[in-house]
């Protein structure tokens, strides 16, 4: 029987992929066969990100991208599809967070920068996918959102504005080129533990009042989203389309 998980000859994209939850999943798309490529902004995370895949036996090649610059995508995507061949699945995983600042206080300048990594490098990443797929007659688009869209949260309004719009995003992608072979879906991350929430996702009181919310007793972890990662770039998710995937350990279920 054919392995439906198997991703040899395959192109995926990652951007963010250097770490977190976007290095996991670029981990496990180069162990299941997946040629890689990484988009990130630290040169030295994502020189040790394709070298921890090419140690596995996977192929992997990474890019120095800033995705809030429109040129710098356009010029990535190129570069990637040279690399590469071809990209199957696009990961727009990279984004930016930020939970300190009340809503009342909060600068355009900041509200600004959140939707220009959130929303922005994902619009700039998913129209050059759509234009080098739709020739090719398919392919998998997959945006991180996070349960952030489906709560009130505070503090945080502009990156769960972020979240939730990707989100409307990812339903129109889905409707307007599901003729052309792609698909789109979006996964939604709960509380996981990764550079962006390190700082205060185990501090003592937020731990108290968060982590009591979760059925499955702990925080997520990055290797978490590894299985979904190579299910949504294979052909086992050949029918799947429109959705949001959430991962949270029950988190909104409670």
């Known amino acids: 029987m054919t392995n439906l998980f198997d991703l040899h000859g395959k192109g995926a994209l990652v951007t963010g992929g250097n770490n977190g939850i976007g290095l996991a999943m670029a981990e496990a798309l180069g162990a299941a066969g997946a040629s890689v490529a990484i988009w990130g902004r630290n040169p030295d995370r994502n020189a040790e990100a394709r070298d921890a895949i090419t140690r596995q036996g996977g192929e992997a090649?990474?890019?120095?991208?800033d995705v809030s610059s429109e040129s710098e995508v356009v010029e990535a995507f190129v570069a990637t599809v040279e690399a590469l061949g071809h990209v199957d699945a696009v990961?727009?995983?990279?984004?930016?967070?930020?939970?300190?600042?009340?809503?009342?206080?909060?600068?355009t300048a900041e509200?600004?920068?959140?939707?220009?990594?959130?929303?922005?490098g994902v619009f700039w990443t998913f129209r050059e996918a759509v234009n080098h797929m739709q020739p090719r007659g398919g392919g998998s688009l997959i945006v991180t959102s996070s349960v952030s869209a489906d709560v009130g949260f505070p503090r945080g309004e502009h990156y769960a504005a972020t979240k939730a719009g990707v989100r409307a995003l990812i339903q129109g992608l889905a409707v307007e080129y599901?003729?052309?072979?792609?698909?789109?879906?979006?996964i939604a991350p709960g509380w996981v533990v990764t550079g962006m929430?390190?700082?205060f996702i185990t501090e003592d009181?937020?731990?108290?009042?968060v982590k009591p919310r979760i059925p499955a007793g702990r925080?997520?972890?990055?290797?978490?989203f590894a299985g979904i990662a190579v299910y949504l770039a294979s052909d086992a998710s050949a029918w799947h389309t429109g959705d949001t995937i959430t991962i949270d350990g029950g988190y909104l279920k409670f």
């Open 91 to 107: 990961f727009a995983n990279a984004g930016v967070g930020a939970l300190a600042t009340p809503f009342g206080d909060m600068t």
């Open 61 to 65: 090649y990474s890019f120095d991208v």
């Open 205 to 209: 009181r937020f731990e108290a009042q």
């Open 111 to 120: 509200w600004r920068h959140i939707f220009a990594v959130n929303m922005d």
């Open 197 to 199: 929430t390190d700082g």
């Open 219 to 224: 925080w997520g972890d990055p290797k978490d």
């Open 178 to 186: 599901g003729k052309h072979g792609i698909r789109a879906n979006a």
